[in-house]
């Protein structure tokens, strides 16, 4: 079965730090681009930031350079450090990316960011 899993989420408060990690089953994400996403309560899913197998990123215009996405292809694993947090920043954060050509995410990690 093909799943992606993140993790890492939690509560901060603003201007805090949180490290968010996704990695996977069934597909190997050093293969695949990779992308954040986050939906907050109301509000549509938006990417938040991409990452290329090359390793080039690209990044919401709310990032504002705050978050930096990675990934570590010896683990399979993608990331996104989030610092400088910020109130509108509280949403569920999904890693996502293309599989037999539709997209999938895994079931998301919470942040919480108080002030």
């Known amino acids: 079965q093909v799943q992606l899993m993140e993790s890492g989420g939690g509560s901060v408060q603003a201007g805090g730090s949180l490290r968010l990690s996704c990695q996977s089953s069934?597909?190997?994400?050093?293969?695949?681009?990779m992308r954040w996403y986050r939906q907050a309560p109301g509000r549509k899913r938006e990417m938040v930031a991409a990452?290329?197998?090359?390793?080039?990123?690209d990044y919401a215009d709310f990032v504002e350079g705050r978050f930096t996405v990675s990934r570590d292809n010896d683990k399979d694993m993608v990331y996104l450090q989030m610092n400088n947090l910020k109130i509108e920043d509280a949403a569920d954060y999904y890693c996502?990316?293309?599989?037999?050509?539709?997209?999938?995410w895994g079931q998301g990690t919470q942040v919480t960011v108080s002030e």
């Open positions: 996502g990316t293309v599989y037999n050509g539709g997209g999938i």
């Open positions: 069934g597909i190997p994400l050093r293969l695949n681009g």
């Open positions: 990452i290329t197998t090359g390793g080039s990123s």
